[in-house]
Each structure stands twice: as structure tokens, then as C-alpha cells.
């Protein structure tokens, strides 16, 4: 065989090689992200996702930030549950001015109730601070009381409804991290357009 053959063998299979180790690599990082990203409760957030117009993977984001999907989930400020929902906020919205089911607390810690009242509760703040996400989850995490007041503020706000600082810094990292999360169930198990407004 001439040497120019031998030459032309050995960079093809060098080619090939990095072109297998490459889709290898990508494959691991994929599961690697896919197992710390679970894809758990798919049925209740297929089905509040649906009911209350809220895209997938902002529920899964939420979920995964809130609780990392521990239904048992408590915080050490009361928040209870997958979506680590204020026992207060659960009483609102399971009276009768919302949903009227008026539930116990303890029923935040069923995946079923708790994916439901958050993903209608995410619906609610969505719309009631026209249609941003950002702001959305800045009134989930810090309180709808406190993000209408940064609204009214010039300087946390742009004045159209839209927060340009946020002076909480857990609410300021917490909006970071959900959007960073939404970002990766998207890459990992939805089209990259998913529609992220309802």
C-alpha cells in the first residue's frame, strides 16, 4: 500500500474517531443533565400545564428550584411542598374567591394539589403583571405585595411594567436560577421554541 494511502487511512479513522468521541461525550453530558433535570410527575404537570396555559418547563423549572422535586419539601420559612407554596397563599387560593376547595395545608405535600395550585397561581401572577415572566417569578418567590411596590418604583422599575432591578437578592438569584432551569428542560426535553408565554 502506498504511503499516501496509509496517510489518508489514518487521518480518516482519526476523523471518525473524534467525530464518535464527540456524539459519546455529548450523549454523557445529556444524561448526566437529564439525571439531575428529572422529568418526574409528568402526568399532573401535563395536565395543569394544559389547564392553566403555563409552558412545561416553567413548571418543571419551578419545581426543580423550589423542591428539587422532594414532595415532602419543607422550607424554614413554611413553605410547604413540591412547589413550596406559603400555607397563607394555599388558604387564598383554595377559598372561594379562586379556586373555593378550601383544602388544608397538608395537602400541599400531595404532588397533585401542589402542582396544581402552584401552576394556577403561576397563571394568576402572569397575567396579573402583564404577561413577564421575570416578574411572574420575582412575585412567587418575594410576594406579589412587594413586586407591585418595585413596580411603582423607578428605581427597580422601567416605568412600562417591567422590573429592571429586583433589590431582594434571594428574588434576584431565584429569578436567575428558573430561568436558567426553563432554559435546560427545554434543551433537554422540549423543541428549543417552546412558547413561554401562555
Same mark, same amino acid.
Given at each position: ?23 459519546? #461525550? ?42 428539587? &422535586?422532594?414532595?415532602?419539601? /419543607?422550607?424554614? =420559612? ?10 397563607? #397563599? &394555599? ?21 397533585? @394539589?401542589?402542582?396544581?395550585?402552584? @401552576?394556577?397561581?403561576? $397563571? +394568576?401572577? +402572569? ?7 421575570? @416578574?411572574?417569578?420575582?412575585?412567587? $418567590?418575594?410576594?406579589?405585595?412587594? =413586586?407591585?411596590?418595585?413596580? /411603582? ?6 416605568? /412600562?411594567?417591567?422590573? @429592571?432591578?429586583?433589590? &431582594?437578592?434571594? #428574588? ?17 426535553? +422540549? ?8
Amino acid at each position: 500500500m502506498k504511503r499516501s494511502a496509509k496517510r489518508f487511512i489514518v487521518i480518516a479513522i482519526i476523523i471518525v474517531a473524534s467525530i464518535l468521541l464527540g456524539l459519546a #461525550t455529548n450523549l454523557i453530558w445529556d444524561l448526566i443533565d437529564k439525571a439531575a433535570h428529572p422529568y418526574e410527575y409528568h402526568e399532573y404537570i401535563s395536565k395543569y400545564a394544559d389547564e392553566y396555559n403555563i409552558p412545561k418547563s416553567v413548571i418543571y423549572a419551578v419545581i426543580k428550584v423550589e423542591s428539587n &422535586f422532594d414532595s415532602d419539601a /419543607k422550607s424554614s =420559612v413554611g413553605a410547604l411542598g413540591l412547589m413550596q407554596m406559603m400555607p397563607r #397563599t &394555599f388558604e387564598w387560593l383554595t377559598g372561594d374567591e379562586h379556586l373555593a376547595e378550601n383544602l388544608s395545608k397538608e395537602m400541599l405535600f400531595d404532588p397533585d @394539589t401542589s402542582i396544581r395550585y402552584g @401552576t394556577y397561581y403561576l $397563571n +394568576y401572577l +402572569y397575567k396579573k403583571f402583564d404577561n413577564n415572566w421575570d @416578574t411572574a417569578l420575582a412575585a412567587y $418567590n418575594g410576594g406579589e405585595g412587594n =413586586v407591585a411596590k418595585w413596580l /411603582k418604583d423607578p428605581n427597580y422599575s422601567d416605568g /412600562k411594567g417591567n422590573l @429592571t432591578d429586583i433589590p &431582594f437578592s434571594e #428574588t434576584k438569584n431565584y429569578v436567575a436560577k428558573v430561568n436558567k432551569e426553563i432554559d435546560t428542560y427545554k434543551k433537554l426535553y +422540549y423543541d428549543q421554541n417552546e412558547v413561554t408565554k401562555p
